[in-house]
T-cell receptor, first 114, second 113 residues
């Protein structure tokens, strides 16, 4: 069975500081990995996805993530945090053999201090 | 705007009642997914339909059912509602079933009182 673990339910950074949100996955088959962001009272928006084409994936709003098979990780980073980045972030894994459903981590709430 | 439309946005109902949540997928998307988001359970996959047929089932209660119609819109029916069913219910759609990204609607917030 596939699973995702997000380390840290809450992360706080200062504006301009590096953002690092951690995600580890478990999958018996090559995984497809996603990061979604949820702003208050809104749905989930795709930030980026890994589908085996390249290990470093660039997404929207300056975010990127690196797939490391040896560490079973897919951490999300952004060099410089903006106040507008404050939101909840979800890492998810999908197995094409199961039809594309997403298994989500518990989420990490990012706060950005001025 | 993701292109996925969910109605209603908010729903308040009493225990024991039945409600129907509606989802219109993005134009051209054949696959529809339903997810439940609650504080204690997080985001849980409920059920998936592809081109009118049930494709995958997750942690969906027997009191819940869904269907996808010929025009590809989907409905999630929740019956004999309990306080614990209060949650945000998301619909998502994708073009097919093979790891294309899913686009999420704004959700329906269900409150059972």
């Amino acid at each position: 069975a596939q699973s995702v673990t997000q380390l840290g339910s809450h992360v706080s950074v200062s504006e301009g500081a590096l953002v690092l949100l951690r995600c580890n996955y478990s999958s018996s088959v090559p995984p497809y990995l996603f990061w979604y962001v949820q702003y208050p009272n809104q749905g989930l928006q795709l930030l980026l996805k890994y589908t085996s084409a390249a290990t470093l994936v660039k997404g929207i709003n300056g975010f990127e993530a690196e797939f490391k098979k040896s560490e079973t990780s897919f951490h999300l980073t952004k060099p410089s945090a903006h106040m507008s980045d404050a939101a909840e972030y979800f890492c998810a894994v999908s197995d094409g053999n199961q039809g594309g459903k997403l298994i989500f981590g518990q989420g990490t709430e990012l706060s950005v201090k001025p | 705007d993701s292109g996925v439309t969910q109605t209603p946005k908010h729903l308040i109902t009493a225990t024991g009642q039945r409600v129907t949540l509606r989802c219109s997928p993005r134009s051209g998307d054949l696959s529809v997914y339903w997810y439940q988001q609650s504080l204690d359970q997080g985001l849980q996959f409920l059920i998936q339909y592809y081109n009118g047929e049930e494709r995958a089932k997750g942690n969906i209660l027997e009191r819940f059912s869904a269907q996808q119609f010929p025009d590809l819109h989907s409905e999630l029916n929740l019956s004999s509602l309990e306080l614990g069913d209060s949650a945000l219910y998301f619909c998502a759609s994708s073009a097919n079933t093979v790891n294309t990204e899913a686009f999420f609607g704004q959700g329906t917030r269900l409150t059972v009182v």
